[in-house]
């Protein structure tokens, strides 16, 4: 921490008006840790040291802002909080350059560490309508022989998430944008094939985007997923931005952001009304789990409906944006069951994903068993949750990726009640061993 002159007035002014004690202020800002991947553990004596004039080290005024503009409803900056001299963190209006700067701070390794401290913003989960301009003719996005590296490339990162998890070659994905495509992007190019390298650019940053939600790092995943649909309402594809902003309500959503996440997958809903199949399935599941949500019993079921119809019409494309697997529908019907309290039918869904989950979906399979355990457990199935987790565990050690940690720190918790019981107590050893 470091000195500041007199006691922090503005911060203290913040506080009353948003009727939070010390102690509230603190765990907010150990909660907005956690969306960064940071293990903070402040309490009221820390922010009485922040009141007294004490500036805390980054990332803490960021994440005090944040947590200060969430429960006041309108945007309060570090300055605003009382801490001055914090970096500005500003994007380039055009979608181009913004990337193209976010990409360079990525691969820089002295300012890395600060982009991926940054908070997740709930300000700026909101998009405008989708692209106005819509491209006449070929569907943009095709393959072609100028384009063939980027939809390898989008295949190869594609795949590397679902066999290897998302913080796996996370490094390299953001140094190839930076050095392959974004050149690109900036050359002189005809208008048809600049708008080409936009979608797939767009593809592309929405991919590193998944990879920093697997790994946990909520701000910098905004900030790509931002690119991304900046970049397709560029071009004019509605397709690519409308799954871009479904990801969007998907990620608001796991943070517990519902209105925003209602926004956004209602706004995605509207922009893949042209939408070839797959991707209205995709949309559509979104929508329902949101709606299931917010308590909207019909809007959940029709919305699912119309993501079932919309399935059984998509063809069997299998390259990445092209298709929509049945074993993930079959996920997000069982999310939309159990939040309508039908936890048979969740569990029936769950089951029909693991049966149709490929080989090659180490992730979707482990997480899918993960979810599995915990479905078990709540209906009394204390041997059959430990043989799902068991089947986690082992998919586990083969990934890196934040959301199986997480996953399986839920099970460690789930199990504590049970540690007396034998198949509990083989699990929570293993885990403690790293076995």
């Given at each position: 921490?470091?000195?500041?002159?007199?006691?922090?007035?503005?911060?203290?002014?913040?506080?009353?008006?948003?009727?939070?004690?010390?102690?509230?202020?603190?765990?907010?800002?150990?909660?907005?840790?956690?969306?960064?991947?940071?293990?903070?553990?402040?309490?009221?004596?820390?922010?009485?040291?922040?009141?007294?004039?004490?500036?805390?080290?980054?990332?803490?005024?960021?994440?005090?802002?944040?947590?200060?503009?969430?429960?006041?409803?309108?945007?309060?900056?570090?300055?605003?909080?009382?801490?001055?001299?914090?970096?500005?963190?500003?994007?380039?209006?055009?979608?181009?350059?913004?990337?193209?700067?976010?990409?360079?701070?990525?691969?820089?390794?002295?300012?890395?560490?600060?982009?991926?401290?940054?908070?997740y913003r709930?300000?700026?989960?909101?998009?405008?309508?989708?692209?106005?301009?819509?491209?006449?003719?070929?569907?943009?996005?095709?393959?072609?022989?100028?384009?063939?590296?980027?939809?390898?490339?989008?295949?190869?990162?594609?795949?590397?998430?679902?066999?290897?998890?998302?913080?796996?070659?996370?490094?390299?994905?953001?140094?190839?944008?930076?050095?392959?495509?974004?050149?690109?992007?900036?050359?002189?190019?005809?208008?048809?094939?600049?708008?080409?390298?936009?979608?797939?650019?767009?593809?592309?940053?929405?991919?590193?985007?998944?990879?920093?939600?697997?790994?946990?790092?909520?701000?910098?995943?905004?900030?790509?997923?931002?690119?991304a649909?900046?970049?397709?309402?560029?071009?004019?594809?509605?397709?690519?931005?409308?799954?871009?902003?479904?990801?969007?309500?998907?990620?608001?959503?796991?943070?517990?952001?519902?209105?925003?996440?209602?926004?956004?997958?209602?706004?995605?809903?509207?922009?893949?009304?042209?939408?070839?199949?797959?991707?209205?399935?995709?949309?559509?599941?979104?929508?329902?789990?949101?709606?299931?949500?917010?308590?909207?019993?019909?809007?959940?079921?029709?919305?699912?409906?119309?993501?079932?119809?919309?399935?059984?019409?998509?063809?069997?494309?299998?390259a990445?944006?092209?298709?929509?697997?049945?074993?993930?529908?079959?996920?997000q019907t069982?999310?939309?069951?159990?939040?309508?309290?039908?936890?048979?039918?969740?569990?029936?869904?769950?089951?029909?994903?693991?049966?149709?989950?490929?080989?090659?979906?180490?992730?979707?399979?482990?997480?899918?068993?993960?979810?599995f355990?915990?479905?078990?457990?709540?209906?009394?199935h204390?041997?059959?949750?430990?043989?799902?987790?068991?089947?986690?565990?082992?998919?586990?050690?083969?990934?890196?990726?934040?959301?199986?940690?997480?996953?399986?720190?839920?099970?460690?918790?789930?199990?504590?009640p049970?540690?007396?019981?034998?198949?509990?107590?083989?699990?929570?050893?293993?885990?403690?061993?790293?076995?």
């Amino acid at each position: 921490m470091t000195n500041r002159r007199g006691p922090n007035y503005e911060l203290r002014a913040l506080l009353t008006e948003a009727g939070w004690t010390q102690e509230a202020l603190a765990r907010a800002v150990n909660a907005l840790g956690a969306e960064i991947g940071a293990i903070l553990r402040y309490d009221r004596t820390a922010v009485a040291h922040w009141l007294s004039g004490t500036q805390p080290r980054h990332p803490v005024p960021q994440l005090t802002a944040e947590a200060l503009t969430r429960r006041i409803g309108r945007p309060v900056t570090p300055e605003a909080a009382g801490f001055p001299g914090c970096a500005r963190d500003t994007t380039p209006a055009d979608p181009v350059a913004g990337l193209t700067a976010l990409c360079r701070t990525d691969t820089d390794a002295t300012r890395r560490t600060l982009l991926h401290q940054r908070p997740y913003r709930v300000a700026d989960a909101v998009v405008t309508g989708a692209p106005a301009h819509a491209v006449p003719g070929r569907p943009l996005g095709g393959r072609t022989e100028v384009t063939a590296a980027l939809h390898d490339a989008i295949g190869f990162f594609a795949a590397s998430i679902d066999t290897h998890g998302g913080r796996h070659a996370r490094s390299a994905l953001s140094a190839y944008l930076a050095d392959d495509v974004m050149p690109l992007l900036t050359s002189a190019q005809p208008q048809r094939l600049r708008r080409e390298v936009l979608v797939l650019a767009a593809r592309l940053a929405f991919l590193l985007a998944r990879m920093y939600e697997d790994g946990l790092l909520h701000g910098v995943a905004q900030r790509y997923y931002t690119c991304a649909h900046r970049l397709a309402d560029e071009s004019g594809d509605r397709t690519t931005w409308s799954v871009v902003v479904r990801a969007m309500s998907a990620q608001a959503q796991r943070l517990g952001h519902l209105p925003s996440a209602l926004q956004l997958a209602d706004a995605a809903h509207r922009g893949a009304r042209t939408a070839p199949p797959a991707q209205q399935a995709y949309v559509q599941a979104q929508l329902a789990v949101v709606l299931g949500r917010t308590g909207d019993r019909r809007g959940a079921l029709a919305a699912m409906g119309r993501a079932e119809r919309a399935a059984e019409r998509a063809g069997s494309a299998s390259a990445p944006f092209d298709c929509y697997p049945a074993a993930a529908l079959h996920f997000q019907t069982s999310a939309v069951l159990e939040s309508l309290g039908d936890l048979h039918g969740a569990l029936a869904a769950l089951r029909r994903a693991a049966g149709e989950r490929a080989a090659s979906d180490v992730r979707g399979r482990a997480l899918s068993q993960a979810r599995f355990g915990q479905l078990l457990l709540r209906t009394g199935h204390l041997d059959e949750a430990c043989a799902a987790w068991e089947s986690f565990l082992t998919a586990r050690e083969r990934l890196r990726s934040g959301d199986a940690e997480r996953a399986m720190r839920d099970m460690r918790q789930a199990l504590q009640p049970y540690r007396n019981r034998r198949p509990a107590a083989e699990l929570l050893a293993r885990t403690v061993h790293g076995r």
